[in-house]
């Protein structure tokens, strides 16, 4: 037995992950199991930064790993917990939320040549960092990882759900940039790990990647615009055309398929079942979502590898144009499920629900001139990307109702004051038939 199992540790830590905003397993009745710490990236007498592996278990669903980074400092102070090694106490606080703490672990990072003692993770580098480390800071806005801002250069994306095999964001961006496409950011490099549990599992634990030039969040960029009603048509447009190109250089980079409508038909229908089950305000609206699908079937539909959880919150407007991240996918899928080709059609049905989104930023986000806006933006935006024919058309339009379906479980889960804005889009699928 360590000291990491100690039940009031756990129980500390519970409470820390438990409330996290990038824990994804609120609601379902989970339990700390254990805690599995990695070798130290910073070793020094008064300061240890590790990454530590949170083991979380489900009644009715396989675990979940979850990665932290701790600080360790002797003595008693204020922080998560204390343990108690070889007779001493030593305080467990978050080293996010220490900048000190994160500058030393960065400078390691990047600056260093650091290997884990007992291999549990190891630095992989693409590109020199183009600058050594002066000043961290930590992305305030909310995200399902934690990205750290190193200096005007990098950001590592630290990832807090832990996945086994190569993780999308990095495999997409370095895919990508040598492909010479200029929409994403530059890859520097990343870290692998292994979790400690009954047999180590390969996993990746961060990405380190160029930061992006004076950006401008594209939700709040298009929000603001959307509170006073500004034309956006040639923003979006462009955010159209920035996407066109990424999918086509995807479609050249990855495997492409065929997909059967009907799986996809029966895939939409299971995630609607279990969407209903986890957010009781979509049953009355069960049969209109299921009726778009039921239009998919009979079907061959061209698939290939997409971003997979796009919207205005995965873009950045900077001085050389639109910049999309996040390529992981949804965060709720399995990762399996997100690594299959799929309809290009998916990207662009996600955007078309952010830009109805934004509408919640209007005092009267209902209203007719609203309303008006929001289409004009989405009629930009495919015009802009490439409007779909008659059959695509039926395709958009199925993932544009999987996505709201979606979107009420995350909402249900993370901000229930927020149910309302994609049970509005799904009244008015009802009105439209």
């Not at 994403?184 to 990405?207: R, W």
């Not at 709040?220 to 055309?241: F, S």
């Not at 806006?373 to 008659?390: C, K, N, T, V």
Request: glycine content about 6%; aromatic content about 6%; charged content about 25%.
């Amino acid at each position: 037995m360590t000291a990491w199992d100690d039940a009031q540790v756990r129980d500390r830590m519970w409470d820390h992950i438990s409330t996290a905003r990038w824990f994804s397993g609120k609601g379902r009745g989970g339990t700390l199991a254990r805690l599995l710490p990695l070798a130290p990236v910073v070793d020094l007498d008064d300061l240890t930064v590790l990454p530590v592996i949170a083991m979380v278990c489900y009644p009715q669903a396989p675990e979940e790993y979850y990665q932290l980074l701790l600080a360790l400092r002797p003595g008693t102070r204020d922080g998560l917990a204390q343990l108690h090694v070889n007779g001493e106490t030593v305080t467990v606080t978050d080293a996010i939320a220490d900048q000190e703490c994160l500058t030393v672990w960065a400078r390691t990072i990047l600056e260093a040549d650091p290997h884990a003692a007992d291999g549990t993770w190891q630095v992989h580098r693409r590109l020199d960092p183009p600058e050594p480390v002066r000043s961290v800071d930590v992305f305030g806005g909310e995200q399902s990882n934690t990205s750290i801002m190193v200096g005007d250069a990098i950001m590592i994306k630290v990832f807090r759900r832990l996945e086994p095999g190569d993780n999308l964001d990095i495999a997409i961006h370095g895919a990508l940039n040598d492909a010479g496409v200029s929409s994403v950011a530059k890859l520097y490099g990343h870290i692998s790990g292994q979790i400690p549990a009954d047999e180590d599992i390969n996993t990746d634990l961060a990405m380190i990647v160029e930061r992006l030039p004076q950006p401008q969040d594209g939700w709040e960029l298009i929000c603001e615009k959307a509170a006073v009603l500004e034309d956006v048509t040639d923003l979006v447009a462009d955010l159209g055309r920035c996407l066109r190109t990424t999918h086509a250089a995807l479609e050249h980079t990855f495997d492409t398929a065929e997909v059967d409508g009907n799986q996809i038909a029966d895939d939409m229908v299971r995630r609607l079942d279990a969407a209903v089950a986890a957010a009781p305000a979509l049953e009355p609206h069960r049969d209109v979502l299921a009726t778009r699908f039921e239009k998919l079937r009979g079907r061959r539909l061209a698939a290939q590898q997409v971003h997979g959880d796009f919207h205005l919150g995965q873009t950045l407007l900077t001085p050389d144009g639109w910049r999309i991240i996040d390529f992981e996918g949804e965060p709720l899928k399995p990762l399996t499920e997100r690594r299959l080709p799929d309809s290009r059609w998916r990207d662009v049905a996600g955007m078309m629900r952010s830009l109805s989104y934004a509408t919640s930023a209007h005092a009267e986000p209902t209203a007719p001139q609203t309303l008006a806006w929001a289409q004009r933006a989405r009629d930009a935006f495919l015009d802009g990307y490439g409007r779909p024919d008659d059959a695509e058309s039926d395709v958009l339009a199925a993932y544009e109702a999987d996505k709201a379906g979606y979107e009420t479980v995350y909402e249900t889960l993370n901000r229930p004051t927020w149910i309302d804005i994609p049970l509005s889009a799904i009244r008015a699928m009802e009105q439209d038939g």
